[in-house]
């Protein structure tokens, strides 16, 4: 049992396209984040959903949209990709009353041609 | 935002040898975590430090918190193959009480095992 999952693993798709990853968690954490992690491994926080709310927002362009349906998903959906938005996003979820410590998923690697 | 500052972003060693990464800060920190993103992986946690001047083992690996709370390390003695990957230190930013923690990752110290 996978603790958190992202789906696809994989996505090649060309500029302009829209698509969504999934993500869920069965570990009945109540947070859970999106990170954007690039070439040199840099790993950026885009968004986290504390009970289906969004707490944090990072200066991410508006064309990523989170959307959680309940506290065990996260999905993230990019509208008109570009080039720069090839990288591979994780998935990750904590606990608050558990320190936050962020289980990730095994990440979802965009390119973007 | 919280920043902190990762050094050195590589290191290469030979098979055996001792490996260490320093974590630094401006600002104190209420804790700070370690993760290791093996190659083509994804981040896992290995531990968490709270107190001021905190030690913790895991095997070969010797985390240290400083006094003041602003600076943290990694050390691997006798590196082995399985080392191999980047190990990122990561300070939380945020009021647990408002229900989220953010990790501010820093740029992480890629490790290779010469064999």
């Known amino acids: 049992d996978t603790a958190v999952s992202q789906t696809p693993k994989y996505l090649v798709t060309q500029m302009g396209n829209d698509k969504s990853i999934k993500c869920e968690q069965n570990?009945?954490?109540?947070?859970m984040y999106w990170y954007k992690q690039d070439s040199k491994k840099f790993l950026k926080i885009m968004f986290s959903?504390?009970?289906?709310?969004?707490?944090i927002n990072e200066t991410v362009p508006n064309r990523f949209s989170p959307k959680s349906p309940d506290k065990a998903h996260l999905n993230l959906h990019i509208n008109s990709l570009e080039l720069g938005d090839s990288a591979v996003y994780f998935c990750?979820?904590?606990?608050?009353?558990?320190?936050?410590?962020?289980?990730f998923g095994a990440g979802t690697r965009l390119s973007v041609l | 935002g919280q920043q902190v500052m990762q050094i050195p972003q590589y290191q290469h060693v030979q098979e055996g040898e001792d490996f260490t990464t320093y974590c630094n800060s401006s600002t104190t920190l209420s804790n700070i975590q370690w993760y290791k993103q093996r190659p083509g992986g994804h981040p896992v946690f290995l531990i968490q430090?709270?107190?001021?001047?905190e030690v913790k083992k895991q095997k070969r690996l010797t985390f240290q918190f400083g006094e003041a709370k602003k600076n943290s390390s990694l050390h691997i003695t006798a590196t082995q193959t399985t080392d191999v990957g980047t190990y990122f230190c990561a300070p939380p930013e945020g009021n647990s009480g408002a229900g989220s923690y953010q990790l501010t990752f820093g740029k992480g110290t890629k490790l290779s095992v010469i064999p």
């Open positions: 990750a979820s904590s606990q608050t009353s558990g320190g936050n410590i962020q289980y």
């Open positions: 959903y504390n009970n289906k709310e969004l707490i």
């Open positions: 570990l009945g954490h109540d947070t």
């Open positions: 430090l709270v107190k001021s001047g």
